[in-house]
C-alpha cells in the first residue's frame, strides 16, 4: 500500500517533466519521459507518444506506431486521442482507410470533447459524414453507441 502512494507522485512528476519537455520542444526528452508511462497505461502519456510518432518528433515518424498509441488511449476514453485516431482512419495512415471507424471515433471524440474543442472537430467530423452514406453513417453511429471504454491494467 505505501509503495502506491510513494509511486504516485513520482508518476505525476514524470508527467509534469514530460509535458514540459514537449512545450518546450524536447522531444526527444519527452518521448524517453512518455513511454514507460504510456507501456504502463497512461492514456494521456499515450496521446503523447502517438503525436511524436505521427509528426516524427523525437522518434522517427512511424504511422502504424501512432496509431497504436492512439488506439490504447482512444480506447480508455481519451477524446484527443479518438479524434487523432479517426483522423488516422480517414487518410488511411497506419490503419486500413476506413470511413466508417473513422467516423465512429471522431463522433465519440465531439462527444467528450472540452467546450474549446467542440466546435472544431464538429467541423472535421462532419467533412467526414459528408464522405459517406446513410448505410455507413448508421454503422459508425451504432459502433460509436456500442463503444465503452476499458482502462487498461
Request: net charge positive.
Amino acid at each position: 500500500m505505501l509503495t502506491v502512494l510513494t509511486a504516485a507522485p513520482a508518476s505525476a512528476q514524470s508527467m509534469r517533466q514530460g509535458v514540459a519537455a514537449f512545450n518546450r520542444q524536447d522531444y526527444q526528452r519527452a518521448s524517453r519521459i512518455f513511454i514507460p508511462q504510456a507501456e504502463r497505461g497512461n492514456p494521456i502519456a499515450q496521446t503523447y507518444l502517438g503525436f511524436l510518432f505521427e509528426n516524427g518528433r523525437g522518434v522517427p515518424q512511424n504511422y502504424t506506431e501512432a496509431a497504436m498509441w492512439y488506439r490504447r488511449a482512444a480506447e480508455q476514453g481519451d477524446s484527443l486521442a479518438q479524434y487523432s485516431l479517426g483522423l488516422l482512419y480517414d487518410r488511411g495512415q497506419g490503419v486500413p482507410r476506413d470511413i466508417v471507424e473513422a467516423s465512429k471515433w471522431l463522433n465519440l471524440s465531439v462527444a467528450a470533447a472540452p467546450p474549446r474543442t467542440r466546435q472544431a472537430r464538429q467541423l472535421i467530423r462532419d467533412a467526414v459524414t459528408s464522405k459517406m452514406s446513410r448505410g455507413e453513417i448508421a454503422q459508425a453511429r451504432l459502433r460509436a453507441l456500442e463503444w465503452a471504454p476499458v482502462r487498461e491494467h
